[in-house]
Structures are given as C-alpha cells and as structure tokens.
C-alpha cells in the first residue's frame, strides 16, 4: 500500500508593509483570492535593517526572501525619492539575478517601482484621494507584444478607488494627442524597461491644462515585476478588478516554475502573520485567582469579584420619566458617576436604527475597584474606594505591566476571569462589567506615537471603573432592570429591591406611576430651558479664524506631497468660570461659604449642563462622567465599535455632515448635498481604515460592509454613515480566544478622528496642533460587559474638565479659583477642502457644546 503524500503547504506571499491604513486589507484580499497564507514586514524591520553582527544584509534578506512564492510591496505615505518611506523596497528592486522573485506593487510600491527604473515620480495637479475611476486596460487583444506578462488579460471593464497625490511619470504628457492611442501602450524612450498597462485620463478642465494622463498599471519588461497604482482592496474596487490579482499570481507562479524556483518551507522567517495574535494568548498563564481561592495580601484585587452571579428585578419605566429623573431619584450625591444615556431614544423624528435604545447608570463607584493607566507607565493602578477598602483611604496598588505585555494584555486578563456565561433570562446589553473612558493620547501610545514633551500631569489615560451596580433603562420596552453581580452565597440582593423602591417611590416617579387605560400618564421631565448670558467671572477663548485656515492649508500641503490622504484637524476652545463641582465634601462647603459672601450666582453644575446638552442635543451615544479626576459631558452621535458575546463586532464611522436649516429640512436634500465626490471620498478613506483595523484581528474573508455612504438624520444635522462588521475567529483552544477588546486596542484612537493613514497623520496632526492634548475628545467611552459584550463611543460634541486643572480667579484672586472647561471640534481635511469651509464646518460644530455655558441650570 502506497503511503500518502503529506499535504503541500499553501504558498506564502511576503507583504512590505510601508506603514498604510489600508495594508490589512490587502493581505486579506491576498489570502481570499488566491488561497496563500501572507506574512508581514515592515518596511524599517530592524531585523533586517538594524541586526546585530553577521551575516551581512544582503544575506539575510536573501534567506527571508527564499521562503515565498513571491512579494507585495504596498502603499503608504510620502515619496520613493525619500529612502526612509520605502525602506525594504528599493532592495527589492536591486536583487541580483540569482535572487529575483516576482513582486507586485500598489500606489507607493508601484511609484517605487517605476521611479527604481528610468521614471520619476510628481505631484498629480489635484490630488485623488477616495476618488472611484474607472481603469482603462487593453484586454491583450490590443497588442502586439510577445513577451505575456499582461496581467489585465481577460479582465472586463472596472472601476477602481485612488488614494495617490503622487503619479509614476513616464513622458507621458510629451506624447502629442494622434499618437497617443498607440504610443500609451509602448514603453517610451527615457523608460524602455517599464511597459504600461493600465491609466486613467483625468479631465482637469482647461484652467487646469486639460486631461492628465495617469499611469494605473505597468510591468517590467524583463523582470516578474508588476505594479498597480489604483487599490485593488478598496471597498469600491468594483469585484471585476480582483481578476487582475488573480492573473499577477498566476503569472507569478508560472515564472517561478518555468526557472525551478521552489520556496523553502523549512527554517525560521522573520515576518509575521497577518493577523495579531490575541491578547489572551500573549498572557504567561492563568494570573487571577480562581473562584474560592485566596489572593495574596499584596495582591489583595486578584479574587476579588470573581465568580460572581447575576440578579436583577425588573419594573416598568413610567412614560415621561427620563434618564436624568432616574439618576435624580437615585440621588446626586455621589462625587463620581458614569452616565451612557441613549438620549434621542423618544426623537419620534429618527428612524430606530439611529435612535439608541439602552442608557446605562452605573451606582457604587466610590466603592468599586477602579483600574487607571497613564500613558508611558509601566504599571497600572488599581484602586479600591474607602467602603471597600480596609481603610479610610481605601486601598490602591501600583501593578507591574511586564507579565502582561501592555495595559490591554492586564485588562483582558482580569476582565476574562471574571466573565460570566450570558444569561438567557438576562434582557440587559450590561450586567456589569468595566465601564470607563479612554483619552486620545492612549490611542496614539498604542501606534507608537509619544509626546515630546512632559506632559505636566500624570492623569489617567485609561480609566476604567468595575461595575457591580447598575441600572439599565430599555427604551423600546419600556422597561428598567435593576441590577447587580454578587457572590453566589447571597441569595437576597437587598440593594436591589432597596433601589426599586427608591425609584417606584421617589416623587418623579409618583407624578406618573399611576394606571390609565392606556398606560402611564405623560408628564415633561425637564422643565423648559431658559436662556442667559454666561454668569459673571466666565471667559472663553475660542481658536483664532486665521491660524486655522492656516493648518488648513498646512494639511492641503502635506496631503499634496503625499504625506497623508485625509487629516482630521481639530482645535479647541477653552472656557474657565468659578468652580461648581468639587472633588470633595471640604471644598464644596467652602466653595458654597464664599458664594453666599458674594452677589455672584452660582454657575450651573456640571449635571446641569448635561441635562441642557442632552435637550439640545440628543444623541444616541450621550455620557455624563466624573471619574478619575474628569468630568465628561458628551452628546456624541457616533458609534464607534459594539461586540457581542458571539465575536460579532460593528462599526460605524461618521464623515459628511450638513446641518439642518430652511434650506436643508428633508432626507432627500441632504442626500442630494452629501452623494458629492467630497463628502463621498471623506468617509470611504475612514471606511477602509476601519476595515483595516478589523481585518488585522478578523482575518480575511470576516469583515463585510452592509451599508455603504447611508445618510441618517438626526436633531439637528444630516450625517452620512457607513456600517463595518466582523467576526472573531473561533479559537483552537480558550487560551487563543479573541475578544472585543482585541479589536479596540488595535482600532485606537477613532480613525474618524485621525485620518488615513493613520500612524503618519497623527505625527503631522500632533506638529500642527501644536502639543495641546485632546485628552477625552477624540477618545472613546463605553463599556465591557462580563458576558464579553461591549460598545463603546466616539468623544465628540462633547465638553470636559479635569480637577487638577484650575486658575486664578479674575483679578488674580487666589480666594476663589476657576475650574477649565474645553470643547474640542474639527474636520476632516482633504485636497477638495477650503480653508474657509473647514473652519465654518468646526464653528459650527462647537456651537452646539458651547451654547449650554449660556443655559441656566
């Protein structure tokens, strides 16, 4: 009996990552398509390029390379005239003959390509980010060439997205218009060994020189080398282009096999998967006590919670009672809250799949445990509130980083042993869990971006509170669940009922909580919002017009020269007023002695102003927080990731905004205003960003676009949106599984407030704006629940403050100091923006947080 033969492994293709947003993308399309597994290096690899002794580069790069069927060097920012942006590529290019193998560059990769080879590359008259055009190709009917290699062969006609400032030039405008039909397809004089296969003819109009003819595709005359400036991953790259990928490998595999190039399978490679492997798996070992097992005393959190149960009561929501009138029946006396509150929940105006239907009110915080993570820290702190604690003071600990990698690798580890199987009878998206904000700064940590400077503060980055406490309101149901996780030994959850009847028997309840034949009474829960002037002792400053347009044009630049394809500037205003809330029961009475020795009236609390932004502003994602030392009013209208216990992740990112007004009232206008190619391109650049940041956890063939440029309508604006989901692999074993917080933690910060590509935009974006943290804007809050479920928004249209930020009163008067308030706001910026356009457009949008410092309380 003849043995089998074992299984031939899947070819590999080797993926030069220039540091692009979209690169996930691609080698997710890579392994689809041709079924090969993809392994990726960057561009700057120190293994490569930085090693420490012999043998020397070549060598090494050599050995790596005889591991794969072929290469793909792909896009990125900046210039191949700049060394530092290609890297690994321009060696790719020089391979002696014994050492070539066949390679495919996209957008960078291929003006790297022509440029390594007779061409050069310059700027195109007007960029063509997120712009869909249809690529011009000879089928191989068209010539005469013997030599194959036409990777369009037998491919119909397609459109395709660009996302290049920068063009491979070949002579191309030199040729005169009656030649031209022929002469595209020829290589020309100054590049013999380029041979053109794909363009695009842009008319620029005749102020702009007509059409520019705009090289799309080229092959090297003699060498397996083939390039493609379109992006052949883009979400609408229509599917008729995938083809041509198709034909590029096949052409590949037939080049290697007609010369006896066979890929080595054996020994070590220095690329990795295309996939990050999840945080559980990086963890040492199990690091949380199990169920019943005592934690050490310096490690006195490691048990604590964990085998937990979860209890619950139901009751009805009266109509007319809202979130604020639960909070306010829970009583306003705790110092810190966290409030997420689906406040346009009853807009009878929007359609149900952009109203929010759960707010969340989590109680208990000043006894829960709460973890807090500066940035740069290589620990995280763990503290526990004084009614907990075994102190006055409550405890707190400082817990080394090193075991778990990074502060995610620590939350996931603690989070995972507490996770509680879902209960069916369970009606609520949280039975507690991590709730909590995370800052910017973490976000830009997490793709290796640091600040320059002393940040001046050692506020937390990651704040992030245990909560075993909670009320969730339904809002389609009309249902409220009181509940909370407690050990399994307690049969009676006595705060549970105690709540219930605080609510069932508070006055805002009462007014309403009586039967009628259909149903509840209505009665208004917040009372009509009176207007006034700011109160006395009140400054804001708000961004200079000028400097603005400015970076506005700054951005045009660097988008011109290749540097970035989309850039979300912002800036922020700044307001200081007497202080209304403070951190502690002493400061508050004497905050309250000085007034009453004054004729200043007190400046509304900060609950007060999120009770005039969720009125004028509802939002399906609004939040009140004063955790951690901040305090977060927000009306955000963005999700930013939601996940479920299945491994089902959603993200919906937000670009292209009009605001209502007499002209703009109808779905139909603002449609009609927003399907421009603009506003179009702005969020397709930030929906393959985020389809980027999905794949790199998903993996190929998970990750779908159900809804494509939607516009949606809100209070008061028009916003086009687009909706990208996941799935999480299946682990092989529990220690492998991925969670929703892999996809955050390789998702941060928001793409939508970043721009494409991201690791490079955010360096120009941290140079322009000068240093100025954006803190809790630009961040994200949300929760994770111990089930495994989690959602969490982008921080926009939002005001915030920090205790530890405070002035000198007007005057300089030390007696009464001023807390600082700061609303961020922006755009993003593209090569169709203007600079009077985006400052308008950041005007506008921090109108809306602004206009409360006028509201009474």
Known sequence: MTARRPPRPRPRILFLDAYDSFSNNITALLTALLDVDVFVLPIDSPSLLCPAGEPDFAERLRRELGHYAAVVCGPGPGSPDNDADVGLVKHIWRLCDEDVLPVLGICLGFQSLVASFGGRVRRLRRGLHGMVREIGHRDGSETDDDEGGDIFQGVGRFKATLYHSLCGDIGQQDVPEAEWAEARWRPSPSCPDVVPLAWVEEDRGDDEGGVERILMGVKHRTRP???????????????????VIVNWFREAQQWNEARGRVAAVDGDILARNATKPSLLSQLPGMVASAPGQTASS????????????????????PQGVQVPDIVEAMGCEESERIILDSANAANAMARADVRGRYSIIATGLESALRIEYHTGDDYATLKLGSIRGESAGGLSQQVPLAPYGTIWGFVASFHEARQIETTESAQSPFLGGFMGYITYEQGLSDIGIFPDHDRQHHRPDVCLAWVTKSITVDHVTKLIHIQQLLPQELDVALWIEKTADKLIFSPNFQTVFHHHSDGFSPRKSTQPLKTRRPSRGTTTITPMTKEYETKVSIC?????AGDSYELCLTDQTKITRPISDHPNSAERHLSRKRRRSSSLPAPPSSWSLFKSLRTRQPAPFASYIRLGGATLVSASPERFLQYDDTGRCSMKPMKGTVRKSEEVVTLAQAEKILHIPKEEAENLMIVDLVRHDLHSICGAGNVTVPH????????????MITVVEGQLPAPEQKKEKYTGLDVLAASLPPGSMTGAP??????ILQQLERGQERSLYSGVVGYMCVTGRGDW??????????????????????????????IGAGGAVTILSTPEGEREEMFTKLAGPLRVFADSG
Request: aromatic letters at 14%; charged letters at 30%; a negative charge.
């Open 793 to 822: 928004s982008v921080t926009i249209r939002s005001l915030f403050r920090w205790d530890d930020e405070q002035v000198a009163g007007a005057g300089g008067d030390e007696g009464e100091r001023q807390e600082v308030w700061r």
């Open 556 to 560: 045009q630049e660097f988008i011109a």
């Open 225 to 243: 080398f083939w390039g493609l400036q379109y992006h052949p991953e883009s979400v609408c790259t229509e599917e008729e282009g995938n083809q």
């Open 708 to 719: 494509l440029l939607v516009v949606e309508e809100y209070q008061s604006v028009f916003t």
């Open 758 to 763: 991201k690791k490079r935009s955010c360096e």
């Open 298 to 317: 310096d490690r006195w959190w490691e048990s604590m919670d964990v085998g937990n149960v979860y209890r619950s009561m139901t009751i009805p929501l």
